[in-house]
Structures are given as structure tokens and as C-alpha cells.
């Protein structure tokens, strides 16, 4: 009977630290992104890569051929890189435990989701028109500019 009661205070305190929608929705971005991490690897590692390698086209003033052969490259380093942001998303799913219990203070942090991908029905119109990435300098943007 003590063990039932154990899980029940466990389960409890669980749910006491996912009150927050900010909390939710940051989970559930890591759960959804975490589990496609494969299929994230395929469609950005090509889309990237190809945008990429026309890139090195351009920039070098070439022709065709040295697209062709960037782009496998350019392919692997991009599906390498949609690799590890999968990656950092599974290790993020653990801490959103912590992230509901920093919450709970009434002037405690106020938990977004993580920011690799932006634009997901995660991420709320008020979270991405709260800041935003310049284009340019990869630098965060605050509202209002």
C-alpha cells in the first residue's frame, strides 16, 4: 500500500511541474522534433545542401559541375547539423521537468520553446512576433524592430 501511495505523490508532484503551457509546449516541440530527427535529416540536409552548393556555384562563378560536386558535400554537413539539433532537442526533453518546477514562482522564468526551428504550431504568432533572427548577423531581434 506504501508504494502505491509513493507512486501517487510522485505522479502528483509530476503533474504539479508541467502546469505551464510554456512548459507543454516546449515538450512537446522536443517530442515531436526528436522523434522526426531522421526525416529532418533527409529534407534539410537536402534542401541546405543544395542551396549551398549553388552558393559555391555563384560565389565561384562556375558552372554546373561544381555543384554537382559540392553537393554531396554540402549534403552530409547539413544532415549532420539537422542531426545534432534533433539531438539537443532529446536532451532538452528530460529538463522540461525542471523548466514546470522554475515556473511555478510567480516571477519565475517564463519557459518558450527552444528556437532551432522557428515556425512550428509550437511556437505560438505572439512567441515568433516577440523577437525574431536578423537575417544577416544570425543575431536575435527584439520586437518592435
Known sequence: MHVRKALLSVFALLALTFT????????????FLGASTPVLMLYG???????????IREGMGSGGAVQVIA??????????????????HVADLPMCVL??????????PEVMPLDIYQGTWFDGAADSAAAGTDA??????????
Do not use: N, W
Open 20 to 31: 505551464s503551457c510554456g512548459t507543454f509546449k516546449r515538450a512537446g516541440k522536443d517530442i
Open 71 to 88: 553537393l554531396p558535400f554540402t549534403f552530409f554537413y547539413h544532415a549532420l547539423e539537422h542531426g545534432i539539433y534533433g539531438l539537443v
Open 136 to 145: 544577416e548577423s544570425g543575431e536575435m531581434v527584439p520586437a518592435g524592430r
Open 99 to 108: 523548466y514546470g518546477a522554475a515556473e511555478l514562482h510567480p516571477y519565475g
Open 45 to 55: 540536409g537536402a534542401t541546405d545542401g543544395l542551396t549551398t552548393a549553388q552558393s
